[in-house]
């Protein structure tokens, strides 16, 4: 069965850094491009990057743009989201899925920016 376990979010004031992890199971994650979404409190998920399978392209929505890097490890089938310069608009729930979607999503890991 496919599953999703994110972790390292957690409470940092604005300009910090965080580190996501989401580790993978239940398919051949090499074969699989990923995406990273986020959920804020109230609004829909939404997209937040994207990395090829063998992780020599990415693609980011604009409001992340230029501070998170995502990057995976095909042989830990992990794939890891950089955060820096964090805002207080990036707080929310942040989740990791196939490309296409697959189901059952994980629990996501909060992160949440504040003073």
């Known amino acids: 069965q496919v599953q999703f376990v994110e972790s390292g979010g957690g409470l940092v004031q604005p300009g910090g850094s965080l580190r996501l992890s989401c580790s993978a199971s239940g398919f051949t994650f090499s074969f699989y491009f990923m995406r990273w979404y986020r959920q804020a409190p109230g609004k829909e998920r939404e997209f937040v990057a994207r990395?090829?399978?063998?992780?020599?392209?990415?693609m980011y929505a604009d409001s992340v743009q230029g501070r998170f890097t995502i990057s995976r490890d095909n042989a830990k089938n992990t794939v890891y989201l950089q955060m820096n310069s964090l805002k207080p608009d990036d707080t929310g729930v942040y989740f990791c899925?196939?490309?296409?979607?697959?189901?059952?999503w994980g629990q996501g890991t909060q992160v949440t920016v504040s003073s």
């Open positions: 899925n196939t490309v296409p979607d697959s189901a059952p």
């Open positions: 990395i090829s399978s063998a992780g020599d392209s990415t």
